[in-house]
């Protein structure tokens, strides 16, 4: 609420600058999301594992590969369903 001691110019001041915030907030928002989208970063999936080639690799049931850490590799187990960003073998 608006005090005795407030002019109009404040009051003015007061509510473009909460537009201002509300405008800029919107912005970030709306930007954050296609750079997100726009950044490059691979989609995981989750598969299937079917077979292990050591010391990184694992294969999926529609013959994609992921590599991954050798600690996790030594901690999937053939069957386990695994999300990662999953390639096409060369």
């Keep these: 609420m608006a005090s005795s001691s407030d002019s109009p110019v404040r009051r003015s001041i007061r509510i473009h600058r909460r537009r201002l915030w509300a405008v800029l907030g919107i912005s ?9 989208m726009q950044s490059g970063i691979p989609p995981t999936e ?19 590969q992921c590599t991954v850490p050798e600690a996790r590799f030594e901690s999937v187990l053939v069957g386990d369903a695994v999300s990662c960003v999953w390639f096409e073998a060369l």
């Design 28 to 36: 970030l928002v709306a930007c954050s999301c296609s750079l997100v």
């Design 46 to 64: 989750r598969k299937i594992v079917i077979a292990k080639e050591a010391p990184n690799r694992l294969i999926a049931q529609d013959e994609t």
